[in-house]
């Protein structure tokens, strides 16, 4: 896992393209993380890199900070900032029933969560556009420190 998370991050910083531009692609992937159409993620990068000629495989990147690991802290992040941002108090949450089964679950659920779609969809949606700018400033920042270590050396005697 560590050798193939090394040639990941390799393959990264060896992209051929300049360091705004594949800053830029590691921060829209950033953004595209925390969007709250869960699911699609992969597509939307993949559809904007395309569209925008950035960089596939730093899209892509960016999108990997949205993992089985990170998910659920990620929209309960979001969740949280959107019910703060737009007053909706946290407290129907502790009102779910974990314990039914088959259709009365999904009923119960689909109706305790109803108050927080909102707050998700805006709560994630700024949490994004905030990392995925601090992500695009952060990785541009040492790619054009690399590029000038790398020319330094090149034009020493």
Same mark, same amino acid.
């Given at each position: 896992?560590?050798?193939?998370?090394?040639?990941l991050?390799?393959?990264?910083?060896?992209l051929?393209? =300049?360091?705004?531009?594949?800053?830029?692609?590691?921060?829209?992937?950033?953004?595209?993380?925390?969007?709250?159409?869960?699911g699609?993620? =992969?597509?939307?990068?993949?559809?904007?890199a395309?569209?925008?000629?950035?960089?596939?495989?730093?899209?892509?990147?960016?999108?990997?900070?949205?993992?089985?690991?990170t998910i659920?802290?990620?929209?309960?992040?979001?969740?949280?900032?959107?019910?703060?941002?737009l007053?909706?108090?946290?407290?129907?949450?502790?009102?779910?029933?974990?314990?039914?089964?088959?259709?009365?679950?999904?009923?119960?659920?689909?109706?305790?969560?109803?108050?927080?779609?909102?707050?998700?969809?805006?709560?994630?949606?700024?949490l994004?556009?905030?990392?995925?700018?601090?992500?695009?400033?952060?990785?541009?920042?040492?790619?054009?420190r690399r590029?000038?270590r790398?020319?330094?050396?090149?034009?020493?005697?």
């Open positions: 896992m560590r050798a193939r998370l090394r040639r991050i390799q393959a990264f910083l060896h051929d393209d =300049t360091p705004p531009r594949i800053a830029a692609a590691f921060g829209v992937g950033v953004y595209l993380a925390f969007h709250p159409l869960f699609l993620h =992969t597509l939307m990068a993949l559809g904007i395309f569209a925008f000629r950035l960089s596939r495989a730093a899209v892509l990147v960016g999108i990997c900070v949205n993992n089985p690991w659920a802290p990620i929209y309960v992040a979001g969740t949280t900032l959107g019910c703060w941002i007053g909706v108090p946290l407290d129907g949450l502790a009102d779910i029933e974990w314990d039914l089964d088959n259709l009365a679950f999904y009923h119960l659920l689909l109706v305790s969560l109803r108050p927080y779609i909102w707050p998700y969809v805006v709560g994630n949606t700024i994004g556009i905030v990392c995925g700018s601090i992500a695009y400033v952060v990785v541009r920042w040492i790619l054009e590029a000038r790398a020319a330094a050396l090149v034009l020493r005697p």
